[in-house]
């Protein structure tokens, strides 16, 4: 034991040796400059300027995004390539100002300039044509006032604006006004859009299944998965006044699973972007609530955002992370994690399917026996 220990400090200290040379060679300015001479370090060295200057000024480019979205000068552009000066009188610019905002938005891939005028480019034409996309530009103002004082809001001090944005999330629902359930069920379901493309996509689906989505909100998900799978019925279970739908293609069950039990008769539940909305307790008793709900064979379906598995990655660990802490009841998992409390709960046969993209949904199925 003793001497596993030594050898173990041995290493620590071999390996605390060579980091600190790997850093003093890192930052010598004469070995910078003798390695931007050769093709290949000099590709590597420009690469991390590039990367350090993207770093530093990553929040421009975002409020760039927004001014193009807030202003509407997105959707003129979508309707007709126009002058900058056309666009600036149009959307109320100064002149200067517009020039610099077409130029800023040519740079970031969103406009291209062709005799005299701007046009969209194909990244501003994706960006309109997802669903919901604008809706989230605009809402991440809220994320952005939380993280203008990142210290504090990392410290974990802070009363954030997300909370009181998201409130349904402390399982307040009875007090909620109906302007912001509106305002939150909007956002979801038209941000549901590619969520539900992908998770439908990757996993088997019944024809006679009978299925309940849990947290289901005002029923984008379930709406896709009827319009895919007409056979396929499917209720919604989610607090009262998330759903309006009285004859649409799916029934709304009403009720929380903070205090109700989950309803049965179901063979597949799913959880769309459910737990990371809430902390490791509330997941646990959820999981187990509809593990119990299930006859044997029945299965679940989680789709949400996850933390990189591997190493951590820039939408799961830098953004979802970030937007799950400033809510303060959320958390991001990795798609082990969430095995975990799967298989904790009872589950079986977890299986976590290849993310086509990791930075809209990664998809989990697990069994009841
Ligand atoms: C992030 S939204 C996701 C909505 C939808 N699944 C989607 O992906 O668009 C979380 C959903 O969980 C619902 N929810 C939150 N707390 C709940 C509770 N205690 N019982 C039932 N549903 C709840 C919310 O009303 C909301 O519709």
Redesign the pocket.
Known sequence: MAQSASRFNVNTRFSNWWYNQKNKIIKNIRIQDFLAKFPITSRIARKEGEAIFQLMTGFVDTQILFTFVQSGALKLLEDNPMSVEELSRKIGLDLKGAEILCRAGCALGLVRFKSQRVFLARRGVLILSLPGMAELIDHHSILYEDLSDPISLFRGEKETQLSKFWP??F?Q?DSLSSSDVSK??DL??K??FM?ARDTIGCIKINKNAKWL?????SG??ANELVRKHPTVKVSI???PG?NEAENGPHKFIS????TDKIPTGFDTVSC???LY?HDDQTVSSLLAKIHSSLPEGGRIIVSEPMLGEFSPNKWGDTYFATYTYAMKTGTTRSPSQVSDFLYKSGFKKVKIFPSRRPFVTTVIEAHKN
Do not use: N, P
């Open positions: 349904y999330v399982g629902a939150y069920s979801m379901s941000s549901q969520v989505d849990v947290g289901g909100g984008a998900f279970f989610d607090v998330a009720g929380s699973f903070f769309i972007r459910v909305d």
